[in-house]
T-cell receptor
Framework: DAKTTQPPSMDCAEGRAANLPCNHS???????VYWYRQIHSQGPQYIIH???NNETNEMASLIITEDRKSSTLILPHATLRDTAVYYC????????????FGTGTRLKVLA | EAGVAQSPRYKIIEKRQSVAFWCNPI?????LYWYQQILGQGPKLLIQ????????DSQLPKDRFSAERLKGVDSTLKIQPAKLEDSAVYLC?????????????FGQGTRLTVV
């Protein structure tokens, strides 16, 4: 079962920052948080991942709380092309390190 | 760098028929995953390979689904016989290794419709 909880949907105005929350209150100390997104009819696309420090790349920023029980994915200037389902994943450490997807957050960027 | 290649892109079959999907991972990637994604749901892991060995197939319906990864490169997933509930997108992904701090890259998927 997925170890994360996300809101089912969110809207964001084009050009504004999109802040997508994720709750992972049962995360273990050595488990990473990964974010993927899936645009309609495409395979999931990797965005970013982190352990405890905040991370930033060309796509997004990942803010992980100090207790690691929640995180926020930030798209700094959302565009219409960012409309997608966003998945927050806690990657298991029980031998296989598999990616377990939940139902994600459907982000709609509005013009 | 070429991405994960999957074929066919779409497939329509009748129930009780058999079908096979093919995946070619990114060159040098040791770990290969097959996922099933039913409409409106997140992807569900079916099987995970490390090179040509199975690491996890706990969610694979072994009475009708089989997968192999001969020579540790490309892989095939087969369904025989297909049921209506197998209608889904089948996604293949690969990563450099199964270690916890590497990302997986996904293919476009094969959309299967069973009628």
């Amino acid at each position: 079962d997925a170890k994360t909880t996300q809101p089912p949907s969110m809207d964001c105005a084009e050009g504004r920052a999109a802040n997508l929350p994720c709750n992972h209150s049962t995360i273990s100390g050595n488990e990473y948080v990964y974010w993927y997104r899936q645009i309609h009819s495409q395979g999931p696309q990797y965005i970013i991942h982190g352990l405890k420090n905040n991370e930033t790349n060309e796509m997004a920023s990942l803010i992980i709380t100090e207790d690691r029980k929640s995180s926020t994915l930030i798209l700094p200037h959302a565009t219409l092309r960012d409309t997608a389902v966003y998945y927050c994943i806690v990657r298991g450490t029980s031998g296989t390190y598999k990616y377990i997807f939940g139902t994600g957050t459907r982000l709609k960027v509005l013009a | 760098e070429a991405g994960v290649a999957q074929s066919p892109r779409y497939k329509i079959i009748e129930k009780r028929q058999s079908v096979a999907f093919w995946c070619n991972p990114i060159s040098g990637h040791a770990t290969l995953y097959w996922y099933q994604q039913i409409l409106g749901q997140g992807p569900k892991l079916l099987i995970q390979f490390q090179n040509n060995g199975v690491v996890d197939d706990s969610q694979l319906p072994k009475d009708r689904f089989s997968a192999e990864r001969l020579k540790g490169v490309d892989s095939t997933l087969k369904i025989q016989p297909a049921k209506l509930e197998d209608s889904a997108v089948y996604l293949c992904a690969s990563s450099q290794s199964w270690r916890k701090n590497t990302e997986a890259f996904f293919g476009q998927g094969t959309r299967l419709t069973v009628v």
